[in-house]
Protein backbone atom coordinates (compact mmCIF):
# COMPACT_ATOMS: atom_id res chain seq x y z
CA UNK A 1 0.00 0.00 0.00
CA UNK A 2 1.07 3.24 -0.85
CA UNK A 3 2.09 5.98 1.84
CA UNK A 4 -0.71 9.16 0.49
CA UNK A 5 1.41 12.88 0.39
CA UNK A 6 0.00 15.07 2.81
CA UNK A 7 -0.24 17.79 0.06
CA UNK A 8 -1.45 21.23 1.45
CA UNK A 9 -4.95 21.22 -1.30
CA UNK A 10 -4.62 23.43 -4.30
CA UNK A 11 -7.94 25.33 -3.23
CA UNK A 12 -5.58 26.54 0.03
CA UNK A 13 -2.64 28.05 -1.40
CA UNK A 14 -4.30 31.20 -2.18
CA UNK A 15 -4.90 32.02 1.34
CA UNK A 16 -1.33 30.73 2.47
CA UNK A 17 1.04 33.51 1.01
CA UNK A 18 3.06 36.05 2.59
CA UNK A 19 1.91 39.35 2.38
CA UNK A 20 5.51 40.79 1.12
CA UNK A 21 6.78 38.32 -1.11
CA UNK A 22 3.71 36.91 -2.32
CA UNK A 23 4.99 33.68 -1.83
CA UNK A 24 3.75 30.38 -0.20
CA UNK A 25 4.36 30.32 3.53
CA UNK A 26 6.67 27.37 3.14
CA UNK A 27 9.62 28.82 4.80
CA UNK A 28 10.13 29.64 8.12
CA UNK A 29 9.67 31.16 10.47
CA UNK A 30 5.70 32.94 10.25
CA UNK A 31 5.49 35.91 11.88
CA UNK A 32 1.73 37.40 12.08
CA UNK A 33 0.74 41.00 11.90
CA UNK A 34 -2.25 42.85 11.19
CA UNK A 35 -1.67 43.07 7.54
CA UNK A 36 -1.20 39.33 7.23
CA UNK A 37 1.27 36.90 7.80
CA UNK A 38 5.14 36.72 6.75
CA UNK A 39 7.36 33.77 5.38
CA UNK A 40 11.36 33.26 6.59
CA UNK A 41 12.44 34.79 2.85
CA UNK A 42 10.91 38.15 4.33
CA UNK A 43 12.11 40.14 6.85
CA UNK A 44 9.82 39.79 9.70
CA UNK A 45 7.78 42.39 11.36
CA UNK A 46 8.42 43.95 14.45
CA UNK A 47 5.24 43.92 15.65
CA UNK A 48 4.53 40.32 14.42
CA UNK A 49 4.21 37.29 16.78
CA UNK A 50 5.46 33.93 15.63
CA UNK A 51 2.77 31.49 14.63
CA UNK A 52 4.10 28.33 15.83
CA UNK A 53 0.95 26.40 15.28
CA UNK A 54 1.38 27.00 12.19
CA UNK A 55 4.49 25.59 11.88
CA UNK A 56 3.80 22.44 13.66
CA UNK A 57 0.93 21.54 11.23
CA UNK A 58 2.52 22.85 8.44
CA UNK A 59 5.86 21.17 8.83
CA UNK A 60 4.75 17.53 7.86
CA UNK A 61 3.03 18.93 4.95
CA UNK A 62 4.45 19.49 1.28
CA UNK A 63 3.99 22.53 -0.33
CA UNK A 64 4.84 23.50 -3.87
CA UNK A 65 8.07 24.57 -5.35
CA UNK A 66 7.69 28.85 -5.55
CA UNK A 67 9.27 28.46 -8.90
CA UNK A 68 6.37 26.45 -10.14
CA UNK A 69 4.93 28.57 -12.38
CA UNK A 70 8.67 28.38 -14.27
CA UNK A 71 8.06 24.97 -14.20
CA UNK A 72 9.15 23.10 -11.01
CA UNK A 73 7.13 20.12 -10.13
CA UNK A 74 8.49 19.35 -6.70
CA UNK A 75 6.45 19.57 -3.78
CA UNK A 76 8.81 20.07 -0.42
CA UNK A 77 8.46 19.68 3.02
CA UNK A 78 9.16 22.91 4.97
CA UNK A 79 12.29 21.88 6.27
CA UNK A 80 13.66 21.26 2.43
CA UNK A 81 12.13 24.68 1.31
CA UNK A 82 15.44 26.76 1.65
CA UNK A 83 17.77 24.64 -0.10
CA UNK A 84 16.14 23.69 -2.63
CA UNK A 85 14.63 26.92 -3.81
CA UNK A 86 18.11 28.31 -3.46
CA UNK A 87 19.27 25.91 -5.82
CA UNK A 88 15.98 25.24 -7.60
CA UNK A 89 16.67 24.53 -11.86
CA UNK A 90 13.80 26.75 -12.87
CA UNK A 91 14.90 29.41 -10.12
CA UNK A 92 14.97 32.64 -12.51
CA UNK A 93 18.09 35.53 -11.50
CA UNK A 94 18.50 39.22 -11.64
CA UNK A 95 21.64 40.17 -14.13
CA UNK A 96 24.07 39.91 -11.47
CA UNK A 97 26.65 42.45 -13.41
CA UNK A 98 26.60 45.80 -11.77
CA UNK A 99 26.32 48.51 -14.35
CA UNK A 100 24.37 51.77 -14.90
CA UNK A 101 21.53 51.71 -16.05
CA UNK A 102 20.42 48.33 -14.35
CA UNK A 103 20.23 45.37 -16.61
CA UNK A 104 16.63 44.73 -16.26
CA UNK A 105 17.37 40.92 -17.68
CA UNK A 106 16.19 38.31 -15.59
CA UNK A 107 16.86 34.55 -16.11
CA UNK A 108 17.55 30.73 -15.93
CA UNK A 109 21.28 30.20 -15.13
CA UNK A 110 21.53 28.25 -18.03
CA UNK A 111 20.91 31.20 -20.41
CA UNK A 112 23.06 34.10 -18.03
CA UNK A 113 26.17 32.90 -19.72
CA UNK A 114 24.67 33.96 -23.21
CA UNK A 115 23.08 36.90 -21.60
CA UNK A 116 26.38 38.04 -20.33
CA UNK A 117 28.46 37.14 -24.03
CA UNK A 118 26.12 38.93 -25.85
CA UNK A 119 25.38 42.27 -23.10
CA UNK A 120 28.26 42.45 -20.80
CA UNK A 121 31.28 40.67 -22.89
CA UNK A 122 34.52 43.01 -20.62
CA UNK A 123 32.99 41.21 -18.01
CA UNK A 124 33.14 37.82 -18.81
CA UNK A 125 36.24 36.00 -17.16
CA UNK A 126 36.50 32.98 -19.71
CA UNK A 127 40.30 31.83 -18.28
CA UNK A 128 39.84 33.08 -14.55
CA UNK A 129 42.86 35.88 -14.90
CA UNK A 130 42.50 39.68 -13.63
CA UNK A 131 44.10 42.87 -12.67
CA UNK A 132 44.58 43.44 -9.14
CA UNK A 133 43.63 47.28 -8.73
CA UNK A 134 44.62 48.49 -5.11
CA UNK A 135 44.72 52.32 -6.81
CA UNK A 136 41.19 53.11 -7.78
CA UNK A 137 38.14 52.41 -5.53
CA UNK A 138 35.87 49.81 -7.46
CA UNK A 139 33.42 47.29 -6.67
CA UNK A 140 32.20 44.97 -10.08
CA UNK A 141 30.74 41.86 -10.85
CA UNK A 142 32.27 39.22 -13.07
CA UNK A 143 31.27 36.22 -14.72
CA UNK A 144 33.19 33.02 -14.65
CA UNK A 145 32.45 30.02 -16.40
CA UNK A 146 34.58 27.06 -14.59
CA UNK A 147 34.07 23.95 -15.75
CA UNK A 148 30.71 23.27 -16.40
CA UNK A 149 29.53 25.55 -13.81
CA UNK A 150 28.96 29.66 -13.25
CA UNK A 151 30.68 31.78 -10.91
CA UNK A 152 30.19 35.50 -9.53
CA UNK A 153 33.40 37.00 -8.70
CA UNK A 154 33.15 40.57 -7.04
CA UNK A 155 35.84 42.69 -7.12
CA UNK A 156 36.36 45.55 -4.59
CA UNK A 157 38.69 47.79 -3.34
CA UNK A 158 39.47 50.90 -1.03
CA UNK A 159 41.99 52.59 -1.99
CA UNK A 160 42.90 54.37 1.21
CA UNK A 161 43.01 51.42 3.04
CA UNK A 162 45.11 49.95 0.33
CA UNK A 163 43.21 46.76 0.32
CA UNK A 164 41.60 45.03 -2.44
CA UNK A 165 38.58 42.35 -1.46
CA UNK A 166 36.94 39.10 -4.00
CA UNK A 167 34.47 36.73 -3.19
CA UNK A 168 33.49 34.13 -4.99
CA UNK A 169 29.98 32.79 -5.31
CA UNK A 170 28.27 30.19 -7.31
CA UNK A 171 24.96 30.57 -9.24
CA UNK A 172 22.79 27.28 -10.47
CA UNK A 173 20.92 24.12 -9.26
CA UNK A 174 23.90 21.91 -8.13
CA UNK A 175 23.82 21.60 -4.36
CA UNK A 176 27.14 19.93 -3.92
CA UNK A 177 29.39 23.15 -4.83
CA UNK A 178 28.24 24.62 -1.86
CA UNK A 179 31.40 22.33 -0.24
CA UNK A 180 33.69 23.79 -2.97
CA UNK A 181 36.68 26.40 -2.14
CA UNK A 182 38.20 28.76 -4.55
CA UNK A 183 41.91 29.80 -4.62
CA UNK A 184 43.29 33.34 -6.05
CA UNK A 185 46.68 32.86 -7.76
CA UNK A 186 48.50 36.30 -7.96
CA UNK A 187 51.05 36.58 -10.23
CA UNK A 188 53.90 39.58 -10.67
CA UNK A 189 53.44 40.76 -14.03
CA UNK A 190 56.85 39.14 -15.42
CA UNK A 191 55.49 35.91 -13.61
CA UNK A 192 58.98 35.52 -11.44
CA UNK A 193 56.97 34.96 -8.15
CA UNK A 194 53.55 33.71 -7.35
CA UNK A 195 51.22 33.67 -4.15
CA UNK A 196 48.44 31.63 -3.61
CA UNK A 197 44.90 32.01 -1.18
CA UNK A 198 42.22 29.33 -0.45
CA UNK A 199 38.90 30.46 0.67
CA UNK A 200 35.65 28.81 0.81
CA UNK A 201 32.72 29.33 -1.72
CA UNK A 202 30.89 32.78 -0.56
CA UNK A 203 33.78 33.83 1.74
CA UNK A 204 35.55 37.17 0.99
CA UNK A 205 39.52 37.27 0.67
CA UNK A 206 40.94 40.43 1.52
CA UNK A 207 44.01 41.38 0.40
CA UNK A 208 46.73 43.77 1.71
CA UNK A 209 48.59 45.60 -0.60
CA UNK A 210 52.01 45.94 1.19
CA UNK A 211 51.77 42.90 2.54
CA UNK A 212 51.02 41.47 -1.12
CA UNK A 213 53.95 43.95 -2.40
CA UNK A 214 56.30 42.26 0.45
CA UNK A 215 55.54 38.41 -1.22
CA UNK A 216 55.84 39.23 -4.88
CA UNK A 217 58.88 41.69 -4.62
CA UNK A 218 57.04 45.08 -5.33
CA UNK A 219 55.76 43.81 -8.31
CA UNK A 220 54.68 46.54 -11.83
CA UNK A 221 51.65 45.20 -11.59
CA UNK A 222 49.60 41.82 -9.99
CA UNK A 223 47.33 39.43 -12.08
CA UNK A 224 45.02 37.07 -10.40
CA UNK A 225 43.74 33.93 -11.41
CA UNK A 226 40.33 32.11 -10.36
CA UNK A 227 40.43 28.51 -9.19
CA UNK A 228 38.01 26.67 -7.94
CA UNK A 229 38.33 23.28 -6.06
CA UNK A 230 36.04 20.61 -4.21
CA UNK A 231 36.45 21.36 0.12
CA UNK A 232 37.87 17.43 0.23
CA UNK A 233 40.62 18.00 -2.61
CA UNK A 234 42.17 21.26 -1.18
CA UNK A 235 41.82 19.98 2.16
CA UNK A 236 44.34 16.84 1.26
CA UNK A 237 46.52 19.37 -1.01
CA UNK A 238 46.72 21.37 2.22
CA UNK A 239 48.02 18.26 4.64
CA UNK A 240 50.79 17.24 1.48
CA UNK A 241 51.97 20.57 0.92
CA UNK A 242 51.79 22.16 3.81
CA UNK A 243 53.45 25.68 2.24
CA UNK A 244 55.57 23.53 0.16
CA UNK A 245 55.25 25.86 -2.74
CA UNK A 246 56.11 28.70 -0.69
CA UNK A 247 59.50 29.85 0.47
CA UNK A 248 59.51 28.41 3.69
CA UNK A 249 62.58 26.58 5.88
CA UNK A 250 60.01 24.64 7.23
CA UNK A 251 63.64 22.86 9.69
CA UNK A 252 64.44 25.77 10.62
CA UNK A 253 61.14 27.03 12.11
CA UNK A 254 60.97 23.65 13.79
CA UNK A 255 64.17 25.03 15.65
CA UNK A 256 62.18 28.19 16.09
CA UNK A 257 59.17 26.89 18.50
CA UNK A 258 58.18 27.96 21.49
CA UNK A 259 58.69 25.17 23.86
CA UNK A 260 55.71 26.46 25.96
CA UNK A 261 53.06 27.38 23.21
CA UNK A 262 54.86 25.42 20.54
CA UNK A 263 54.02 28.38 17.91
CA UNK A 264 57.18 29.97 16.02
CA UNK A 265 58.75 32.28 17.77
CA UNK A 266 59.06 36.22 16.75
CA UNK A 267 60.25 39.07 17.86
CA UNK A 268 61.16 40.51 20.74
CA UNK A 269 62.80 36.62 21.95
CA UNK A 270 63.21 36.28 25.51
CA UNK A 271 65.49 33.87 27.76
CA UNK A 272 66.07 32.14 30.81
CA UNK A 273 70.18 32.90 33.22
CA UNK A 274 70.71 28.96 30.89
CA UNK A 275 70.28 30.17 27.36
CA UNK A 276 66.33 28.98 26.87
CA UNK A 277 64.43 30.64 24.61
CA UNK A 278 60.70 31.51 24.84
CA UNK A 279 58.14 33.98 22.88
CA UNK A 280 57.07 37.00 24.94
CA UNK A 281 53.43 35.88 25.70
CA UNK A 282 54.66 32.76 27.16
CA UNK A 283 57.16 34.35 29.43
CA UNK A 284 55.06 37.07 30.69
CA UNK A 285 53.01 34.03 32.32
CA UNK A 286 56.10 31.96 33.88
CA UNK A 287 58.14 32.82 36.70
CA UNK A 288 60.63 30.41 35.94
CA UNK A 289 61.86 28.09 33.12
CA UNK A 290 60.02 25.28 32.68
CA UNK A 291 63.00 23.78 31.08
CA UNK A 292 65.59 24.23 33.65
CA UNK A 293 63.37 26.10 36.66
CA UNK A 294 65.94 28.38 36.47
CA UNK A 295 64.94 32.73 37.14
CA UNK A 296 64.04 34.78 34.20
CA UNK A 297 65.45 37.88 33.78
CA UNK A 298 64.87 40.13 31.18
CA UNK A 299 66.85 39.05 29.07
CA UNK A 300 66.29 38.90 24.89
CA UNK A 301 68.13 36.73 22.41
CA UNK A 302 69.14 39.82 20.06
CA UNK A 303 71.34 37.28 17.48
CA UNK A 304 68.49 34.89 17.12
CA UNK A 305 66.31 38.09 16.14
CA UNK A 306 68.30 39.52 13.54
CA UNK A 307 69.22 36.37 11.82
CA UNK A 308 65.35 35.11 11.88
CA UNK A 309 64.21 39.10 10.75
CA UNK A 310 64.94 37.49 7.00
CA UNK A 311 62.84 34.44 7.48
CA UNK A 312 59.53 33.78 6.15
CA UNK A 313 57.02 32.28 8.49
CA UNK A 314 53.12 30.71 7.64
CA UNK A 315 50.24 32.01 9.38
CA UNK A 316 49.59 30.07 12.43
CA UNK A 317 46.13 28.82 10.93
CA UNK A 318 46.24 25.59 8.74
CA UNK A 319 44.25 26.57 6.13
CA UNK A 320 45.89 29.99 5.21
CA UNK A 321 48.36 30.54 2.69
CA UNK A 322 49.53 33.81 3.79
CA UNK A 323 53.35 33.70 4.73
CA UNK A 324 55.71 37.03 5.71
CA UNK A 325 58.65 38.44 7.31
CA UNK A 326 58.35 38.11 11.53
CA UNK A 327 57.63 41.63 11.84
CA UNK A 328 54.01 41.00 9.24
CA UNK A 329 52.93 37.81 10.38
CA UNK A 330 51.39 38.63 13.92
CA UNK A 331 49.61 41.97 12.15
CA UNK A 332 48.20 39.05 9.51
CA UNK A 333 47.28 36.19 12.15
CA UNK A 334 45.21 39.25 14.18
CA UNK A 335 42.64 39.47 11.25
CA UNK A 336 43.05 36.50 9.08
CA UNK A 337 40.12 34.81 7.33
CA UNK A 338 40.63 31.72 9.58
CA UNK A 339 40.67 33.57 12.81
CA UNK A 340 38.57 32.46 15.08
CA UNK A 341 36.53 34.83 17.07
CA UNK A 342 33.54 35.09 19.65
CA UNK A 343 30.16 35.81 18.58
CA UNK A 344 29.24 39.27 18.24
CA UNK A 345 26.52 38.90 20.94
CA UNK A 346 28.52 37.29 23.32
CA UNK A 347 28.38 40.55 25.86
CA UNK A 348 24.59 40.80 25.35
CA UNK A 349 23.60 37.09 25.40
CA UNK A 350 26.05 34.95 26.85
CA UNK A 351 26.75 33.25 23.86
CA UNK A 352 30.49 31.05 23.96
CA UNK A 353 30.96 29.81 20.29
CA UNK A 354 33.60 30.64 18.41
CA UNK A 355 34.18 31.45 14.64
CA UNK A 356 35.07 32.71 11.62
CA UNK A 357 34.33 36.20 9.93
CA UNK A 358 32.29 34.54 7.49
CA UNK A 359 30.25 32.05 9.41
CA UNK A 360 29.36 34.97 11.52
CA UNK A 361 25.80 35.59 9.99
CA UNK A 362 24.84 31.99 9.49
CA UNK A 363 25.23 31.73 13.00
CA UNK A 364 23.62 34.83 14.20
CA UNK A 365 20.55 33.65 11.83
CA UNK A 366 20.22 30.09 13.72
CA UNK A 367 20.97 31.23 16.93
CA UNK A 368 20.09 35.03 17.57
CA UNK A 369 17.85 35.87 14.53
CA UNK A 370 15.63 37.61 17.19
CA UNK A 371 18.72 40.58 17.32
CA UNK A 372 18.94 40.67 13.52
CA UNK A 373 17.59 43.85 12.50
CA UNK A 374 16.71 42.82 8.88
CA UNK A 375 14.33 45.90 8.36
CA UNK A 376 15.58 49.33 9.46
CA UNK A 377 12.75 50.62 11.90
CA UNK A 378 12.79 49.88 14.94
CA UNK A 379 10.18 50.73 17.85
CA UNK A 380 10.47 50.89 21.16
CA UNK A 381 7.49 51.29 24.37
CA UNK A 382 8.72 54.29 26.19
CA UNK A 383 7.31 56.87 28.61
CA UNK A 384 8.49 60.04 28.78
CA UNK A 385 9.08 59.96 32.44
CA UNK A 386 10.57 56.24 32.30
CA UNK A 387 13.97 56.65 34.25
CA UNK A 388 14.74 52.53 33.36
CA UNK A 389 17.84 52.08 32.08
CA UNK A 390 17.77 50.09 28.59
CA UNK A 391 20.31 48.09 26.73
CA UNK A 392 19.93 46.44 23.44
CA UNK A 393 22.49 45.32 20.32
CA UNK A 394 21.21 44.05 16.55
CA UNK A 395 23.27 42.78 14.37
CA UNK A 396 22.66 44.52 11.08
CA UNK A 397 23.58 43.43 7.37
CA UNK A 398 25.24 45.78 4.76
CA UNK A 399 27.69 45.53 2.17
CA UNK A 400 28.15 41.77 3.23
CA UNK A 401 29.54 43.07 6.66
CA UNK A 402 27.82 42.56 10.03
CA UNK A 403 27.47 46.13 12.53
CA UNK A 404 26.84 45.63 15.82
CA UNK A 405 23.84 48.47 16.69
CA UNK A 406 24.49 49.32 20.29
CA UNK A 407 21.59 50.92 22.05
CA UNK A 408 21.16 52.84 25.48
CA UNK A 409 19.20 54.79 27.24
CA UNK A 410 20.32 56.25 30.74
CA UNK A 411 20.38 59.39 32.30
CA UNK A 412 17.75 60.92 30.00
CA UNK A 413 19.87 60.45 27.20
CA UNK A 414 19.73 58.04 23.99
CA UNK A 415 22.92 56.74 22.95
CA UNK A 416 23.56 54.58 19.20
CA UNK A 417 26.82 53.43 18.04
CA UNK A 418 27.66 50.91 15.21
CA UNK A 419 30.57 49.02 15.13
CA UNK A 420 31.78 46.59 12.41
CA UNK A 421 32.28 43.04 12.95
CA UNK A 422 35.50 42.42 11.28
CA UNK A 423 39.00 44.03 10.72
CA UNK A 424 39.08 47.14 13.27
CA UNK A 425 40.87 49.20 10.18
CA UNK A 426 38.02 48.58 7.84
CA UNK A 427 35.55 50.31 10.49
CA UNK A 428 36.14 53.97 8.95
CA UNK A 429 35.05 53.12 5.74
CA UNK A 430 31.58 53.09 6.88
CA UNK A 431 28.98 55.37 8.96
CA UNK A 432 26.11 55.25 10.40
CA UNK A 433 22.77 57.25 10.36
CA UNK A 434 20.17 57.08 12.97
CA UNK A 435 16.96 59.06 12.36
CA UNK A 436 14.52 59.68 14.97
CA UNK A 437 10.89 59.47 13.56
CA UNK A 438 8.05 61.26 14.49
CA UNK A 439 5.58 59.15 16.43
CA UNK A 440 2.93 61.64 16.77
CA UNK A 441 2.83 61.94 12.91
CA UNK A 442 3.78 65.57 12.69
CA UNK A 443 6.37 65.00 10.36
CA UNK A 444 8.88 66.25 12.17
CA UNK A 445 12.46 64.15 12.78
CA UNK A 446 15.93 64.75 14.44
CA UNK A 447 18.53 63.17 12.50
CA UNK A 448 22.43 62.50 12.92
CA UNK A 449 25.58 60.38 11.25
CA UNK A 450 28.73 59.29 12.87
CA UNK A 451 31.45 57.14 11.55
CA UNK A 452 31.73 53.24 12.70
CA UNK A 453 33.80 52.39 14.88
CA UNK A 454 35.95 49.10 15.68
CA UNK A 455 34.03 46.15 17.54
CA UNK A 456 34.13 46.59 21.64
CA UNK A 457 32.33 45.27 24.51
CA UNK A 458 28.46 46.56 24.82
CA UNK A 459 29.96 48.34 28.27
CA UNK A 460 32.66 50.37 26.25
CA UNK A 461 30.75 51.06 23.41
CA UNK A 462 30.05 54.61 24.58
CA UNK A 463 33.26 55.44 25.95
CA UNK A 464 35.16 58.86 25.37
CA UNK A 465 36.92 58.88 22.41
CA UNK A 466 34.92 55.96 20.47
CA UNK A 467 32.31 56.75 17.78
CA UNK A 468 28.65 57.59 18.65
CA UNK A 469 25.25 59.30 18.60
CA UNK A 470 23.61 60.65 21.72
CA UNK A 471 20.11 62.11 21.89
CA UNK A 472 18.44 64.05 24.77
CA UNK A 473 15.27 63.08 26.18
CA UNK A 474 14.37 66.88 25.91
CA UNK A 475 15.74 67.31 22.02
CA UNK A 476 13.17 64.25 21.11
CA UNK A 477 10.22 64.62 23.14
CA UNK A 478 8.10 65.91 21.22
CA UNK A 479 8.59 62.88 18.86
CA UNK A 480 7.83 60.49 21.43
CA UNK A 481 4.32 58.79 22.20
CA UNK A 482 4.36 55.88 24.21
CA UNK A 483 6.95 54.65 21.68
CA UNK A 484 9.98 55.81 20.36
CA UNK A 485 10.62 54.67 16.35
CA UNK A 486 13.84 55.02 14.75
CA UNK A 487 15.71 54.12 11.63
CA UNK A 488 19.33 52.75 11.90
CA UNK A 489 20.82 52.71 8.47
CA UNK A 490 24.48 51.65 7.59
CA UNK A 491 26.82 53.48 4.11
CA UNK A 492 29.35 53.89 2.73
CA UNK A 493 31.88 56.88 3.40
Known amino acids: MHKMLNLVPIESLSDLVCITCKKVLSQFPIYCSTGGSTCGRCPYPQNGIKNEAYEVVAQKLKFPCCFNENGCLENLLPKDVPTHEKFCRFRKYDCPIICNPVCGWKGVAQDLLDHVEVKHCMLLLKDGRFEVDFVNNHNENYLLPYGDNLYIVNRRAVSKKHSFFCTVSYIGSDVSVEEFSYKIILESGNKNHSHEICNRMNATTQIDRDELSAILHDPTS ?34 LECSVCFLYMTPPILQCLTGHSFCQTCKEKLSECPSCKKPFQNTQNFVLAQVIAHIDYPCKYSKCRFTAKAKDIRRHEENCTFTP ?82 PPEEA ?62 IKNN
Do not use: W
Request: charged share 30%; net charge negative.
Open 222 to 255: IVAKIEVFLEEILNNNLKQDDHENQNLNLDLLRE
Open 341 to 422: HPCPLIDYENCSEEMMFDQMYEHIVNNHYESLLEIDCVSYPFSINDETRITDCFIIKYDSKLFKLHIEYEDCKFYFAAQLVG
Open 428 to 489: SDYRFCVDILDASKKNHRVYCTRNCGPMTHGDDAFEDGREFIVFTREQIKHLITDVIFFRAI
